[in-house]
């Protein structure tokens, strides 16, 4: 079956970095584009950044770009999120996505607390 599995969240301090990873299986994961969303408490889940499937396209969201950077090892069938300059805004937990046909599969999450 399908798994997404996020690692790398944590605290940091205004102005830090933090790397997301996504570790995917059930799935051939290089034949489909991959996601991170986030959900701050009291807001709706937000998509942050999108990667095609072999690197050649990748969005932002206005709020993360220049900061953020997506990117993905389909040797390794992961996804990662490198997070720079990171605001108090940033906080929330961070979830991976795979979207296969119509249906949306989603990671446990990760927390992410940026604060001094």
């Known amino acids: 079956q399908v798994q997404l599995v996020e690692s790398g969240g944590g605290l940091a301090q205004p102005g830090g970095s933090l790397r997301l990873s996504c570790a995917a299986s059930?799935?051939?994961?290089?034949?489909?584009?991959m996601s991170w969303y986030r959900q701050a408490p009291g807001k709706v889940r937000e998509l942050v950044a999108s990667?095609?499937?072999?690197?050649?396209?990748?969005n932002y969201a206005d709020s993360v770009k220049g900061r953020f950077t997506i990117s993905r090892d389909n040797a390794q069938n992961t996804v990662y999120l490198q997070m720079n300059s990171l605001k108090p805004d940033d906080t929330a937990v961070y979830y991976c996505?795979?979207?296969?046909?119509?249906?949306?599969?989603w990671g446990q999450g990760t927390q992410v607390t940026v604060s001094s």
């Open positions: 996505n795979a979207r296969l046909g119509n249906f949306d599969y």
């Open positions: 990667i095609s499937r072999f690197s050649s396209i990748r």
């Open positions: 059930g799935f051939t994961f290089s034949t489909y584009p």
